[in-house]
């Protein structure tokens, strides 16, 4: 019976991230967006909407939960709807952020 409670909580954790032109991977509390670039990726997370909008060399700008944010390589998490979203990662063919609950 727990291998069946398992499978259901691992299926409903994963029917709640969907995405377009991107990847996801998730926890409880946090999700890695990986969006391609050169596409307007979009990936539904943790109960909001987050859009890939542009990026170059070291600034990526994002729409999150309907607010347009911008973050930069080595900079502060910002604050958007009630999560903490930080830039991991630049490069030519994808950009990588981490999307979290606000603990605070």
Known sequence: MSLLAALALGGA????????????????DQCTVTFDRGVQ??????GVNAKFV??????????VAGEQISLSTGGQAVDVGGLL???????????????????G
Do not use: F, K
Not at 13 to 24: N, P, V
Not at 41 to 46: D, H
């Open 41 to 46: 990726g979009n990936a539904s997370i943790l």
């Open 13 to 28: 954790l994963l029917a709640g991230c969907s995405s377009e032109g991107a990847s996801t991977n998730c926890g409880l």
């Open 85 to 103: 979203v930080s830039l991991s990662s630049i490069t030519d063919s994808e950009v990588s952020v981490q999307i979290a609950r606000n603990p």
């Open 54 to 63: 542009q990026a170059d060399a070291n600034t990526v700008t994002l729409e």
